[in-house]
């Protein structure tokens, strides 16, 4: 090819970037216009979310469905798990339970359990938007993501357990939580809340998610569940897949909106953690995409909280019988323990004290 064509091929690319760049511009602008507030931050939520989506990494059933486990303190105190459901087909797991001091339901989904996640990381950087979102014209997800909620024991069984505890609590809110892919998992569940329950009060905030598809889906999602919150954590690699392509606005992944990145300042021996609330379009370049996605131990430390598994686990299922008894298995070997809301789980807690 000559300098002359390739001249050419430049002055086009330049101009189709260019006239992309100004039709993503007006669509931003409508946005803007539309009644939808999007969610403001709290901090104080952030904090007490990120341990939920942190404690539902753990392995252990049996502490988990007493609310006993090593993580399951602090902030969450009092909490009470209606279902905690384990795809083991999958290698997922993801609970619903009532938040008596948030007057909510809280639904939280585990990430990926994955030995490496190195591994899956880079895996992310290929993914195509490969999968049309039902019902949305030009709308593309991550088949991968959209299936992981959409196509496992997971939807049925958080959908029977929040009309459960609905039953009992009249409307409450609803809060959807999970970090890494299970904030993918947590957006797609709370937009399937909204769409197939007609849930009007439904929150979520995700912790260092990756992109779940493309901006026409994004735009859709911010329409339905504006009360959202994807906070970002320093250089975490995550966040930045799959890639944002600047130049194809129209063809690339696209978060949505409203994205709080947490970035440390130094002065001196001095740190401070600045919790900057970003834009509305989803992609504000003064965020994370300010700097490189470099980092795998910023993805898993939120608001000082260890997300992730704690040893290499693996997708290992540890239960003693007594809570075993709360439990059923589908035919695929899935699982699911429930109980009645409107039974008190101490009584299974001093039975295991007592037993143990
Ligand atoms: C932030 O969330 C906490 C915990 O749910 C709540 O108590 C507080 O009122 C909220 N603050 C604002 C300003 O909404
Ligand atoms: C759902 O999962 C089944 C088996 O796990 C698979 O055969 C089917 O193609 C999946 N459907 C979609 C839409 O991904």
Redesign the pocket.
């Known amino acids: 090819m000559g300098t002359r064509s390739l001249l050419i091929v430049g002055v086009f690319v330049c101009l189709f970037a260019l006239s992309s760049c100004r039709e993503l511009n007006v669509k931003v602008k409508n946005r803007h216009i539309q009644q939808h507030q999007l969610a ?1 931050y ?1 901090h ?2 952030a904090r ?1 979310l990120v341990q939920y989506a942190s404690a539902v990494y753990l392995s252990d059933l049996t502490e988990l469905f007493t609310w006993t486990c090593s993580r399951c303190g602090g902030l969450t105190e009092g909490f009470e798990i209606i279902e905690l459901i384990v795809d083991v087909q999958h290698c997922l797991q993801a609970f619903v339970g009532v938040a008596a ?2 007057n909510a339901i809280v639904i939280a989904f585990r990430g990926t359990q994955e030995t490496s996640i190195q591994n899956w990381v880079e895996d992310l950087y290929w993914k195509q938007l490969d999968t049309d979102y039902p019902g949305v014209d030009d709308a593309k997800v991550h088949h991968g993501f959209y299936s992981a909620y959409h196509n496992t024991s997971l939807r049925p069984g958080i959908l029977n357990a929040v009309q459960e505890a609905k039953e009992l609590y009249g409307d409450i809110n609803i809060m959807v939580t999970g970090h890494s892919m299970g904030g993918a998992m947590a957006a797609f569940c709370g937009l399937g809340l909204h769409l197939n329950l007609g849930e009007q009060n439904v929150q979520v905030l995700t912790f260092g998610q990756p992109r779940i598809g493309n901006a026409a889906f994004a735009s859709f999602y911010s329409q339905v569940v504006p009360n959202t919150i994807r906070v970002t954590n320093g250089h975490d690699v995550v966040p930045h897949l799959p890639p944002y392509y600047y130049y194809f606005p129209q063809k690339t992944y696209h978060h949505f909106p409203r994205e709080v990145w947490l970035y440390n300042i130094g002065f001196g021996s001095l740190i401070y953690t600045v919790e900057k609330v970003c834009d509305d379009s989803g992609e504000d370049p003064t965020c994370s995409r300010s700097v490189k996605g470099n980092s795998i131990s910023d993805h898993l430390t939120y608001y000082g909280v260890q997300m992730g598994c704690d040893a290499s686990s693996g997708c290992k299922i540890v239960m003693d019988t007594l809570v075993a008894g709360y439990g059923k298995t589908t035919k695929k070997g899935n699982l699911i323990l429930s109980r009645d809301p409107s039974t008190s789980i101490l009584k299974l807690k001093t039975d295991r004290s007592s037993s143990s």
């Open positions: 403001s709290n104080t939520l007490i001091d948030l």
